[in-house]
Nanobody, 123 residues
Framework: QVQLVESGGGSVQAGGSLRLSCASS????????LGWFRQAPGKEREFVAA????????DYADSVRGRFTISRDNARNTMYLQMNRLKPEDTAVYYC????????????????WGQGTQVTVSS
């Protein structure tokens, strides 16, 4: 089993930055892909970014590419999402998710989920 716990959410003005963290426990982190999803009120959960177990491959949603950076430190069992130039439309609950094998953008493909952390960007 894999347990995931997010932290680092908060409120920030447009143009600001936040860094989210996802601490994992359980199975060896290098064996699974980790991703970030987000869900705004009244909307479906959407893919944000993902990174393979070794950190050698990443993928981003077009809406965040160039502004967000995903990374992981397997020695600390932690994944990060550095979010820069935040926009009001980035406001959502951000979830950390894990799965074995390759990156996918479908939430249904991820078996493990954290509880979520709120990010609020004001204009």
């Amino acid at each position: 089993q894999v347990q995931l716990v997010e932290s680092g959410g908060g409120s920030v003005q447009a143009g600001g930055s936040l860094r989210l963290s996802c601490a994992s426990s359980g199975r060896t982190p290098i064996t699974y892909t980790l991703g970030w999803f987000r869900q705004a009120p009244g909307k479906e959960r959407e893919f944000v970014a993902a990174i393979t177990g070794s950190g050698g491959s990443t993928d981003y949603a077009d809406s965040v590419r160039g502004r967000f950076t995903i990374s992981r430190d397997n020695a600390r069992n932690t994944m990060y999402l550095q979010m820069n130039r935040l926009k009001p439309e980035d406001t959502a609950v951000y979830y950390c998710a894990g799965r074995y094998l390759r990156i996918t953008v479908r939430a249904a493909d991820y078996a493990y989920w954290g509880q979520g952390t709120q990010v609020t960007v004001s204009s």
